[in-house]
């Protein structure tokens, strides 16, 4: 408690050094012995005062325009009571699976969780982007910053995971899911962070969290109610052609990633139905009623499974959807027993290799091009330079090689794995 009191009193002490009279922070960093070593001051509002806010119920801006009024704080340090926890997660346009570079374009899909604050849990979203808007290559790629409070921070958590699992971004490439993996991880949760911390546990880039058998289960269900819903929409379709009555196939195998699971479904279309996961000789394993009035199109499935209300992310692909939950981010089929054993059967379409070519690895502009077609060039030499969102980006070449061809030049501006040259 010694060590707070002295930090508090230097900060006073400082603040009063400048003759400085509005909201403002001093900053600390701690060692592992919690030794508290001075860091800068910002004199203005910070980016993480919503969280203060929250749990001190004061409108720092108002304070802030009350004292340029002229006007004397009402409030003494004894009338600030702390109630509850607050988390904030700054929603960037970075994409975590390019070590976190800028991502630029226009938000075709932007649509937060509602604001709210009911039994004892809060949503906050700050914000200064609409659904249309484009996030250019010249500012700051914060989009938002999302703060969820509750009474514990274990509260404050999973609120923020519901949160993060119900907002719905699309168009560019943002961190949402990093930030959804960050509040499932042990460390996290445990509250064992330190600067080190992305380079500690993702030494080899960030990838997305590895399904648990709970998980799985929870995207297995809602892979196959999505299906079912579909079918059953379908058939509500008028004029269609006269025939025979349509039957569905009483089992259904759902594919997330390279694992089968076998689920039987039993409902019709506005009630709630019932998915019963099958073990490989058909036997139940698990039942689950699901209510939900998820229409196809929509960026989120919301529902309840049981007696718990979930959100999923959900994006058409090719014959089926990418299903985003609680940081894992999974591809996910549906099929009957028959197509199931067809698709088993499919040859794999090796991708592409883009080993002899230099790819842009954001959207960006050309700033300089450093070689000439014909030039050798040594592992480590700088190739060009890319700028984006007030950074300029060194390329180099990986290994020793000799360029063939330039297909951009300074001014151009790239898509993200644009091909800037081609190596021979």
């Known amino acids: 408690m010694k060590k707070h009191a002295l930090k508090w009193e230097r900060r006073l002490a400082l603040a009063r050094a400048v003759d400085y009279a509005s909201a403002g922070t001093v900053e600390f960093i701690a060692d592992k012995d919690k030794n508290f070593y001075f860091l800068e001051m910002n004199t203005r509002l910070q980016v993480e005062h919503p969280v203060t806010e929250l749990i001190t119920g004061i409108d720092l801006v108002e304070q802030m325009i009350r004292v340029a009024a002229g006007e004397k704080l009402k409030i003494t340090q004894s009338d600030i009571k702390l109630n509850g926890w607050a988390i904030e997660s700054r929603v960037y346009a970075e994409d975590p699976y390019r070590n976190f570079l800028p991502s630029t374009g226009r938000l075709t899909a932007y649509r937060p969780p509602g604001e709210e604050s009911k039994s004892g849990l809060t949503i906050r979203n700050d914000t200064g982007v609409v659904e249309g808007g484009e996030i250019s290559i010249y500012y700051d790629p914060m989009i938002a910053k999302l703060i969820t409070h509750a009474n514990t921070r274990d509260a404050a958590i999973d609120h923020m995971i519901g949160a993060l699992d119900a907002f719905y971004i699309d168009g560019i490439q943002h961190n949402i899911p990093f930030l959804s993996a960050l509040m499932e991880h042990p460390r996290w949760r445990k509250g064992a962070i330190t600067t080190g911390f992305i380079a500690e546990e993702y030494p080899d880039g960030f990838a997305p969290r590895a ?58 279309l506005g009630e709630d139905f019932e998915v019963v996961l099958l073990e490989a000789n058909g036997e139940e394993r698990s039942m689950t009623r699901v209510a939900s009035d998820w229409w196809f199109g929509a960026p989120i499935w919301q529902g309840r499974l049981d007696a718990e209300e979930i959100s999923v992310q959900v994006r058409p692909i090719l014959n089926g959807f990418d299903l985003s939950h609680r940081g894992v981010h999974v591809a996910a089929y549906v099929y009957t027993e028959t197509e199931a054993a067809a698709v088993a059967l499919m040859p794999f379409k090796e991708p592409p290799d883009t080993s002899k070519q230099l790819l842009c690895p954001m959207p960006g502009l050309i700033v300089t091009i450093h070689v000439t077609e014909g030039q050798q060039v040594k592992a480590g030499e700088a190739l060009c330079v890319v700028e984006a969102m007030k950074m300029e980006n060194i390329l180099r070449a990986e290994r020793d090689c000799t360029v063939a061809e330039l297909l951009a030049e300074p001014g151009d501006s790239l898509a993200v794995d644009a091909t800037i040259m081609v190596f021979e």
Do not use: C, M, W, Y
Request: charged share 30%; no cysteine.
């Open 211 to 268: 399904p648990d058998d709970e998980t799985r289960d929870t995207l297995t269900i809602v892979a196959a109610a999505i299906d079912h819903l579909g079918n059953q929409r379908r058939r509500k379709i008028s004029d269609q052609l006269v025939g025979d009555a349509v039957r569905f196939a009483h089992i259904r195998v759902v594919q997330l990633g390279e694992e089968n699971q076998k689920v039987s479904i039993s409902g019709v």
